[in-house]
């Protein structure tokens, strides 16, 4: 509901970008017809709030108005961040890089970024075209920079850009470094202050050799180097979903030795408008129908599909009917997690680390193996902040979350789809070499650690009352926790947001010594999680739910999995009512 309240808010910002004399021509002639439209809805989406560093940094439409992606939005981020570092650097050169990907607009918002940036005395990294976020993360340890930009939206629908903003290690903006940028922007009482007018002799041109620095440290992280040698031609299907993949996937996997990867053409090109799929997000099955199609037709190993800036990837596989079917993110990192453990020198200073909403499978295959699982808040900053504090004494192996992004080693500080489709090839091409599939592994971990299934809710609320309604859910859950998901009596009570957590049966309440979060979670006396958190990136609720059985044997595995997902139907329709 559009109170009067939010509508004169948004009339007032609105003004101002018309009273601006820095503002274009075209730019307010956009405003005055918002702000002449009788129906306000437009005008308040656009301007009811200015855009803020969330999970993945700035992301929203593109368009007119402080709250849209646009060439004023990003300058006063950059004009925030070039006053940030000059302030926390005084006197030293400061480097950024900037990168961007396929997405409508991306090259220019870069351009616009890359021109405030050095003329603000920083020397700016540019990369000349589109390339993937990680090798932005990459780019920034390789040249020894303060900080970054990537202009991307990651898998968000075609009408949407962002700028994720990174620090000196690679790793996204973690606290207080994003507040303290946002702070930044906000004394930014005009665009007249920010500095649009370019310094070239400050802007260099990224050349090829980070790519091959890449590459190299990929190589040295891959296991199975005989078994890849040995099944070097199995038939890999991968599509970059218009994205920026096809600039580093395919070579990658052809320099860790594999012949035989099979680009899905129609697909092949990158283009924001993203035309043979509805959203480029490999998470959902219809924007791999194409590439499954193939691997169904040429009888493939595996199917991989990234995301536009290639930092996710969706990973198909045969079962043992010959299907192809989608691994969901739970699976796919406990299948990569199994595999690099086995393979893992034993060091007590090792570590793997995931989010808190990611599957509990991995915290029990890393317990049975001796290395230990530190569960972090939603976003791979947190991931990357841990292993900033920890690197003096302990060893990062690898990360992941279930959203499919996943990370091995350290080189990169952020999720990363090239190193992972590596990696997935290799363990593609180890099983076959050892007489197995992918799925037969999948089964066996099933078998020796527990049978666990997930279940994802989005529940999507757009603009301005659908932010209240998110909130007022939230609000909801947090008042009112539920006492039984599907009978099951909820024994365990988190909210990351106090950083409280109660025992229900004891009533006992112990601290949560993680940053605070505006999460909920709720384990049940049958070892059910529910996780409830509002999303970081998109305007959507999220419920994450996860159920466990023991599997006896493989022979049980078709009817224990119809146990699990009646379980989780029946929680989904319990939280939706």
Partial sequence: MITMDLEQKARNVAQLWMDEPSVDSETKKTVAAMLADTNPKLLIDSFY???????GGLRGIMGVGANCINQYTIGSATQG???????TLPGEDIKVVVGYDSRNNSKTIAEVTANVFSANGITVYL????????????AIRHFKCHSGVVITASHNPKEYNGYKAYWSDGAQLVPPHDKNVIAEVNVIKGFGQIKFEGDPTRIKTIGPEVEQAYYEAVKKLIPGKESIKAQSDIKIVYSSLHGTGITMVPECLKQIGFSNCVVVESQKEPDGNFPTVE????EERSAMQQALQMATDLNAEIVMATDPDTDRVGIGIQNDKGEFFLLNGNQAFALMIWFILKN???????????????????DTIAKALGVECVNTLTGFKYIAELIEEREKDRLFVAAGEESYGYMVGDFVRDKDAVSACAFFAAMAAVAKDQGKSLYDW??????EFGFYKEGLVNLVRKGADGAAQITAMMEQFRNNPPAEFNGEKVIRALDYKTSAEKNLRTGEQTEIRMPKSDVLQ?????GSKISVRPSGTEPKIKFYISVNEKLPNREQFESVDKILSTRIQQIEKQLTQ
């Avoid at 990369?127 to 990459?138: G, I």
């Avoid at 959203?279 to 490999?282: A, D, L, M």
């Avoid at 999948?442 to 078998?447: A, P, T």
């Avoid at 709720?522 to 049958?526: D, I, K, L, V």
């Fill in 81 to 87: 961040l070039s006053n940030y570092l000059k302030k």
């Fill in 49 to 55: 709030k200015n855009l803020e560093f969330g999970t």
């Fill in 442 to 447: 999948l089964k066996d971990i099933y078998v």
């Fill in 344 to 362: 893992l020198n034993n060091d007590p200073r090792h570590y793997i680390a995931k989010t808190i909403v990611t599957t509990e499978l991995v």
């Fill in 127 to 138: 990369f000349p075209e589109l390339r993937p976020t990680p090798l932005l993360s990459f």
């Fill in 522 to 526: 709720f384990y049940t006396e049958a």
């Fill in 279 to 282: 959203s480029p997000n490999p």
